[in-house]
């Protein structure tokens, strides 16, 4: 798992799709229009969830000078706590939905993919640098023993140097692990608003279907944009 995160994160010479996705890499590495985004919030679910907004703002405010371990520590706290695990045909009655950060907010529920991507938006805002991120899609053992059937699984991967060993953030365990400590992990393919990096086989594209989702990932930067993530 270690090596491989390690390979994953320097094939930068295998970037896929950055011709369209550089074009909305600055979206979420400007400073966030905490007006718009919480009038955009209450106009869709009214003030229910104003106290999670507030929460989640000062937890931005409170981190700008914070150390990385400390954002880190503290975002990924943030959103394991604040919401609830869900499949999307449950939250949005649909089999795969990519949430914004205020929308997991409004619900208050979200699967793999939310989580990851509202702790990447928020640690980004409390001044993390976008190289030091990225949301890894993996393949997650059910089972301790070897041969366990896997399932498919999104993480946050956090890089203190490029060729550092990755600390993952996860919302199916509480702290944070290196990934040293996560063989249950197996890493496919990762992503940010650079660009979408091969997986774990030297060279390769990502892995098949993959890539063909992350049109979904565009459309959820230009969502987020509109909200008020400048």
């Known amino acids: 798992m270690v090596l491989a995160l390690r390979s994953l994160h320097k094939w930068t010479t295998a970037v896929l799709l950055s011709a369209v996705l550089l074009g909305v890499a600055g979206i979420v590495q400007g400073a966030a229009d905490f007006d718009r985004l919480l009038a955009t919030l209450t106009q869709r679910w009214g003030n229910g969830p104003v106290p999670k907004f507030t929460a989640w703002r000062g937890l ?29 045909t449950v939250v949005w009655g ?39 991120l990225r949301l890894i899609y993996v393949r997650a053992k059910t089972g301790g023993a070897d041969g366990a059937p ?26 944070i692990r290196p990934a040293s400590r996560r063989p249950d992990l197996v890493p496919v393919f990762s992503f940010n608003s650079a660009g979408v990096f091969a997986g774990v086989g030297g060279g390769e594209a ?20 509109a909200e008020g993530f400048e």
């Open 206 to 225: 990502a892995a098949a279907g993959g890539t063909g989702r992350l049109s979904r990932w565009e459309d959820l930067l230009r969502r987020a944009k």
């Open 94 to 132: 649909q089999a795969d939905y990519w949430a914004t950060p205020m929308e997991s907010l409004g619900r208050g529920a979200g699967d793999c993919e939310d989580f990851a991507i509202a702790k990447y938006f928020t640690l980004l805002q409390t001044g993390v640098m976008p190289e030091k």
């Open 60 to 88: 931005i405010q409170n981190n700008l000078a914070a150390s990385d371990a400390e954002r880190i520590k503290r975002v990924n706290q943030f959103f394991n706590q604040q919401v609830q695990f869900a499949e999307d």
């Open 150 to 175: 896997t399932q498919a699984h999104m993480v946050l991967a956090y890089y203190a140097q490029p060729d550092a060993e990755p600390l993952i953030m996860d919302n199916l365990i509480p702290d």
